[in-house]
């Protein structure tokens, strides 16, 4: 397969209605339910999801580690065992070993000999930050140690896509910067980079694009800003003495309402709409303060809206 | 290819380095046959000094063979080491290739040792082709205990792992007559270990210059079984 083969559309990741169920004792479990998406070259995307929302069953799918029960699965318009067998996929898993008994040189150097274009095991090792461990043995490191080893070898072979499953987990601040800089520049190259975390304030920086799935389905796809716009996410809060829970209630656009005694924090899909409709109705709050929420939030909002069973009218514009 | 021996040449260096393969395939055995190993009484045909190179060759073959693998097998696919090469262009076999090769180097060591002090230290004598093929037969009877390592590395997980070659292992030294020679009954069941025979297979070159059909036809059997687990489990594990 040459280098740039891709699906006629030019897609580096397509989900075609995938499904995936797994037989647990309590039942069926649907991990994934009907999942399409694409992703484009060059795109740096977060894929975000609560805790058993079907991402590592997605990504698992996505590298070919299992197949779907129905529906396509397709990596540069082939399937994930071409893909890889050419050296298209660079990936850090969460559950991925590493070597026991040899050296992080030896380690990275094995991934540079499985590859086909690698680049130089000084460099990844330079771009991991972990130069100065070369010649420390892999099962000696520490766990953010041992994940920037695997981050060496997730660059390594200069593939078009790279997969990263929590990558940044039990990394200090400094390490973590080296490295979301160093995808940056992965990504300026034209490589499509792929990332599932829990840190939503790194797929608020760096991702340009950001998938969010929930009970196995799509649930919000688009940019940071977009997901948080459409999470129609503002928190309202303001001091009010004594004023009424129906009060509050009867408020138009709420999302939530959190009291701590004169304090009220609401969270509203039109903060303008739910502020007149108090001052309408008599009241006059003191140290009024409207924000603009972060991505977690939004994140939090839209999947518990989606657990809930709540209507998703304020997602249409992230969809 | 290329790949793969990248791979195993790797694999070599780290069972080398291996604390578990020093002590048990290497020390333990010389130290054994140092201890014990140097007297002339005759034993199955042929001086006990040359009875138990034979059988401390045999044993650390054998020890190196089952412990590496077993384990490691086990271990590797625990910790996802084996789904962390499965995302890269290494051939799907490459894994477990490099593994059988790596047990047939690592045991070729177990034997030089041994039969070095034998010939070196305590003045054992045969004509120069015996020294080469009871090296080399040694070493080919070791490679069905190869298959038994991946056969148990591919059904147990590591902590499993450990006691289900102990339980293999401990049988198959002491009834084979490697740690020491058997008599009465031990002797009639250790016969149809291939522990046992693989040894025999040594003595008889020695004795006599010949082997039996009978100790090559066990060793054989063996072989054939413990392969076939070997690919059964290594079958299954990978449809998980």
Redesign the interface.
């Known amino acids: 397969m040459p280098r740039d083969t891709r699906s006629p559309d030019g897609a580096v990741v397509e989900f075609e209605n995938v499904s995936k169920t797994f037989n647990s004792p309590k039942g069926p479990v649907h991990a994934v339910n009907g999942l399409t998406m694409a992703m484009q070259p060059g795109q740096t995307i977060a894929f975000l999801g609560p805790n058993g929302a079907g991402k590592s069953t997605a990504l698992n799918m996505l ?3 299992s197949r779907p029960d129905s529906g396509r699965v397709a990596l540069f318009g082939g399937s994930a065992s071409q893909a ?4 298209m ?1 660079g ?1 850090m ?1 969460q ?8 050296t992080v040189k ?1 380690q990275v150097e ?2 540079a ?4 274009r690698p680049i130089p095991v000084s460099d990844a090792l330079k771009r991991a930050n972990i130069a100065d461990l070369a010649e420390r043995r892999v099962d000696k490191l520490s766990g953010g140690q041992q994940q920037r080893v695997q981050f060496a ?1 997730a660059i390594i ?1 200069d593939s078009p896509l790279i997969v990263l499953d929590e990558p940044t987990t039990g990394m200090d601040v400094e390490n973590r910067q080296a490295f979301w800089a160093t995808m940056r520049e992965r990504a300026l190259e034209g490589k499509t980079v792929l990332f599932a975390t829990h840190y939503l304030e790194e797929a608020d920086q760096f991702a340009e694009r950001v998938i969010v799935i929930n009970k196995g389905r799509l649930l919000a796809d688009g940019s940071a800003a977009q997901i948080k716009a459409g999470a129609g996410a503002k928190r309202l809060s303001f001091r009010l003495p004594g004023v009424a829970d129906e009060v509050l209630y009867r408020l138009p656009n709420l999302v939530h309402v959190e009291r701590q005694a004169d304090i009220v924090r609401l969270q509203t899909s039109d903060s303008d709409a739910t502020l007149y409709a108090l001052l309408d109705a008599g009241h006059r709050p003191a140290d009024i303060e409207i924000q603009g929420l972060g991505l977690e939030q939004a994140f939090l909002a839209i999947t518990a809206e989606d657990n809930n069973g709540a209507d998703t009218v304020a997602m249409e514009g992230a969809r | 290819m ?2 793969t021996l ?2 195993t040449k ?1 694999d070599v ?2 069972v080398l ?2 604390t578990r393969y020093l002590i048990f395939a290497i020390a333990m055995p010389a130290v054994l046959y140092i201890a014990i190993g140097n007297n002339t009484k005759e034993t199955n045909g042929v001086e006990f000094k040359a009875y138990y190179m034979l059988a401390m060759a045999t044993y650390g073959a054998f020890a190196g063979a089952m412990m590496n693998n077993s384990i490691r097998i086990a ?2 696919r ?7 090469l ?5 051939p799907g076999g490459g894994y477990v290739f490099s593994k059988i090769v790596t047990s047939l180097v690592t045991t070729v060591p177990s034997v030089l040792v041994v039969f070095a002090l034998g010939g070196l230290v305590f003045d054992v004598h045969m004509d120069a082709w015996k020294w080469a093929v009871n090296a080399v037969a040694l070493w080919l009877a070791s490679m069905i205990f190869v298959s038994l390592a991946v056969a148990i590395g591919y059904r147990f997980d590591p902590e499993t792992a450990q006691p289900a070659v102990m339980l293999v292992f401990f049988p198959m030294a002491i009834l084979g007559g490697l740690w020491f020679p058997l008599e009465g009954w031990m002797d009639k069941i250790g016969k149809w270990f291939p522990t046992y025979q693989a040894h025999k297979l040594g003595t008889d070159i020695i004795s006599s210059g010949t082997v039996s059909a009978g100790s090559i036809a066990i060793v054989l059997a063996w072989g054939a079984v413990f392969a076939a687990l070997a690919v059964v489990s290594y079958r299954s594990a990978r449809e998980q």
Do not use: C, D, F, Y
């Open positions: 590298l070919g580690l890889i067998k050419h050296g996929v990936a898993l559950s991925g070993g590493l070597m026991s008994e040899v030896e094995l991934w000999k499985l590859h086909p070898m072979g | 290329n790949a990248t791979l790797l260096l780290r380095r291996n271990t590797e625990k910790t996802g080491w084996t789904r962390q499965r995302l890269t262009p290494l």
